[in-house]
C-alpha cells in the first residue's frame, strides 16, 4: 500500500533524486507482483520500477533517509 504523505522532503532536496530516476533503468513491474499471477496485459499496464536492490535504488534510498526535512512530526 502507498501513502501520500505532505511535504516531507522540499523541492529542492527532491530535484536530484527526480535527476537520477530519470537517467535510471527501469523493469516492468512483474518482478515484485509477488504471488498474485502476472498476465502480460498486466505487466504492460502496470507503472515500472527501479530494480529493488540496484545500486541506484539502495542509492536513493540512503540519501532520502540522510534528506533534510520540514518539521512535520515525519520519522523514517
Do not use: N
Not at 20 to 37: F, K, L
Not at 50 to 75: C, D, E, K, N, V
Amino acid at each position: 500500500m502507498l501513502i501520500c504523505v505532505a511535504d516531507v522532503m522540499s523541492k529542492e532536496t527532491v530535484a536530484p533524486f527526480r535527476g537520477v530516476m530519470d537517467a535510471a533503468q527501469w523493469e516492468d513491474g512483474a518482478s515484485t507482483a509477488g504471488a498474485q499471477p502476472c498476465s502480460a496485459q498486466d505487466v504492460k499496464l502496470s507503472a515500472g520500477h527501479l530494480a529493488l536492490y540496484s545500486s541506484i535504488s539502495l542509492h536513493l534510498a540512503q540519501r532520502a533517509l540522510r534528506a533534510p526535512r520540514p518539521s512535520s512530526g515525519f520519522r523514517a
